[in-house]
T-cell receptor, first 111, second 115 residues
């Protein structure tokens, strides 16, 4: 089976940095996606890691260690609009690289 | 920017009735997916579809579920006889690759409420 763990909730202050960790134990791992999901809305793509290391996209960065089954999403210069759920999703080397999602981390940004 | 569109945004149906959820994937995408998210729970894979046939399905996708691409643009999910536990948000997604290096793009979802 697939096991993807991430913290349930995190709170941070506007302008600060928050790191959301994700650990996974899966068979057929191909890569790892991070999605943002505002309440009642669709997941939107943030980042993708397939090789070990850091991928940086503006205020968001994501890191992957395949050997440790570990990833993190780093949100810098937090803004109020960043309050959302952040979903760690593993792409599995199946017929169509379906996504297996973690339960999501709800980030609340306070003024 | 092209996007995945889903209709209706909200569907209320009596238990035992059939529902059809509709999706228009991004036009040059070839791989299509349905996911669902029960309120307060994680997003779960239902089925993937490529080249006019199901590629993979989860244990959730039982005989009550079916998918179809009736024309060149629509991709539908049918639930034949709905149950209370089918109440969830249903997301359609598409990708121009097998998700290997390209993200799956999600529609805004259909909130299905079974009474």
């Amino acid at each position: 089976g697939q096991n993807i763990d991430q913290p349930t909730e995190m709170t941070a202050t506007e302008g600060a940095i928050v790191q959301i960790n994700c650990t996974y134990q899966t068979s057929g791992f191909n890569g790892l996606f991070w999605y943002q999901q505002h309440a009642g809305e669709a997941p939107t793509f943030l980042s993708y890691n397939v090789l070990d290391g850091l991928e940086e996209k503006g205020r968001f960065s994501s890191f992957l260690s395949r050997s440790k089954g570990y990833s993190y999403l780093l949100l810098k210069e937090l803004q109020m609009k960043d309050s959302a759920s952040y979903l760690c999703a593993v792409s599995l080397r199946s017929n169509d690289y379906k996504l297996s999602f973690g339960a999501g981390t709800t980030v609340t940004v306070r003024a | 920017e092209p996007e995945v569109t889903q209709t209706p945004s909200h569907q209320v149906t009596q238990m035992g009735q059939e529902v059809i959820l509709r999706c228009v994937p991004i036009s040059n995408h070839l791989y299509f997916y349905w996911y669902r998210q029960i309120l307060g729970q994680k997003v779960e894979f239902l089925v993937s579809f490529y080249n006019n046939e199901i590629s993979e399905k989860s244990e959730i996708f039982d005989d009550q579920f079916s998918v179809e691409r009736p024309d060149g643009s629509n991709f539908t999910l049918k639930i034949r006889s709905t149950k209370l536990e089918d109440s969830a948000m249903y997301f359609c997604a598409s990708s121009d690759d097998r998700g290997r290096d390209q993200p799956q793009h999600f529609g805004d979802g259909t909130r299905l409420s079974i009474l």
